[in-house]
């Protein structure tokens, strides 16, 4: 990078009278110097020493990580917009995640719904006794007019082990054929309402990283006007003639290019 600086001699002249020799002279700062020349009101940097001028905000001036930024909408859309100061995009991925919850939440509500109706039905229809019963019986219940009739069809198969024991509480009988296929179109409804809950999962995994993404591109974008801000124009001002002898002012005026 190459810099140009320009030297000005600003002829500050102190008027000092005889009295004055027994007078203390007060310093003058750096800082203090700017804000008279520039009108700035200035920040103090880690060390006290003049930093970043007031008029950018403590918020603008300050570089953010692109990985918290990342992380943090990763774990909620929104946040790292938040964090890295491009809220004003990152309302819609949080906006977006709130109503995918809402949505994962209905199907959720409605697929269980849908397979009570179902179950109540085959206890109604087929004497199914729901208590303590998974999935798969339940399939079975919808595929076969009885319990007898599956127990051959496992038995024809040599599957002895899926036999159900009529029993042990593992019995059905429909009253119509009719009456089996509308329990089994319930059930199918209830499982193609339950997998509509990994499309909407799908989608609040995909809104959770590109709200990281975003919130990534805004950090540099960020970081990027800092850098700008800071490297354009720097303003160095020193005493001529150091604290006792002042006679002016050297300012310093660098520009990054």
């Known amino acids: 990078m190459a810099t140009v600086r320009w030297f000005f001699s600003l002829a500050l002249f102190i008027p000092l009278s005889l009295a004055a020799q027994s007078q203390q002279v007060v310093p003058i700062s750096e800082t203090e110097i700017r804000t008279e020349l520039f009108g700035l009101r200035t920040m103090s940097g880690p060390d006290g020493g003049p930093s970043l001028p007031q008029d950018m905000s403590s918020g603008a001036a300050e570089k953010k990580s692109v990985g918290l930024a990342a992380l943090y909408s990763l774990l909620l859309p929104?946040?790292?917009?938040?964090?890295?100061?491009?809220?004003?995009?990152?309302?819609?991925?949080?906006?977006?995640?709130?109503?995918?919850?809402?949505?994962?939440?209905?199907?959720?509500?409605?697929?269980?719904?849908?397979?009570?109706?179902?179950?109540?039905?085959?206890?109604?229809?087929?004497?199914?006794?729901?208590s303590g019963k998974d999935d798969q019986f339940f399939v079975d219940v919808g595929n076969f007019a009885s319990v007898d009739d599956y127990n051959d069809k496992k038995?024809?198969?040599?599957?002895?082990?899926?036999?159900?024991?009529?029993?042990?509480?593992?019995n059905w009988r429909w009253d119509t054929d009719a009456s089996r296929q509308t329990f089994r179109d319930q059930r199918v409804a209830s499982e193609n309402m339950f997998n509509n809950r990994k499309f909407v999962g799908a989608a609040i995994l995909v809104n959770h990283v590109a709200s990281a993404i975003n919130a990534a591109r805004a950090a540099i974008a960020r970081n990027s006007a800092v850098d700008e801000a800071l490297g354009d124009l720097r303003f160095d001002a020193h005493l001529l003639g150091g604290w006792s002898g002042a006679h002016g002012v050297m300012l310093t005026v660098t520009r990054g290019f």
């Open 155 to 170: 038995l024809r198969d040599r599957e002895p082990d899926l036999v159900y024991d009529p029993a042990g509480g593992y």
């Open 78 to 130: 929104g946040m790292g917009e938040l964090y890295a100061g491009g809220f004003s995009s990152g309302k819609y991925f949080l906006l977006a995640e709130g109503v995918l919850w809402l949505a994962y939440a209905a199907v959720d509500v409605h697929g269980n719904a849908l397979r009570e109706d179902a179950r109540v039905y085959s206890a109604v229809h087929a004497g199914v006794d729901r």
